[in-house]
């Protein structure tokens, strides 16, 4: 298995799970998903969430999802991208992601449950 995860709002993920798969507004707007590999997804939550509240990390079995996955160069790193809506069911957790008193992120303890 290999893991990439995604920043999502919670509400989104409820829904997604009822409808059986996930997409957002940038699948539109940019043809993929954005995901982060686990060395990535604190820098990019820190960037881009700064003081959000309500989000859940999408921690995603890459192996399992049905959409093509391509790791493109942004900046000095490569990301993971989603080509396409997300079956749910690539989903292993959906771990909340609160910032702290500073509004910053850290990777939550959970991950560790993972075995990765």
Same mark, same amino acid.
């Given at each position: 298995?290999?893991?990439? =995860? ?11 799970? =009822? ?12 043809? #993929? ?15 881009? #969430? ?7 990390? =999408?921690?995603?079995?890459? $192996? ?14 490569? #990301? ?5 809506? =997300? +079956?749910? $069911?690539?989903?292993? $957790?959906?771990?909340? #992601?609160?910032? $702290? ?13 993972? +075995?990765?």
């Amino acid at each position: 298995m290999k893991l990439i =995860l995604h920043i999502t709002q919670k509400a989104e993920w409820e829904q997604a799970k =009822l409808r059986g798969t996930y997409y957002n507004n940038t699948l539109d707007s940019e043809g #993929f998903i954005h995901c982060s590999t686990i060395q990535q997804v604190e820098k990019t939550a820190n960037k881009f #969430f700064a003081n959000q509240t309500g989000l859940v990390l =999408l921690c995603i079995d890459s $192996d399992k999802v049905q959409a093509e996955i391509k790791y493109e160069a942004v900046g000095e790193e490569k #990301f993971p991208h989603i080509y396409g809506a =997300l +079956n749910t $069911d690539a989903v292993i $957790d959906a771990i909340a #992601f609160p910032p $702290d008193a500073e509004g910053k992120f850290k990777l939550p303890a959970e991950l560790a449950k993972l +075995n990765l």
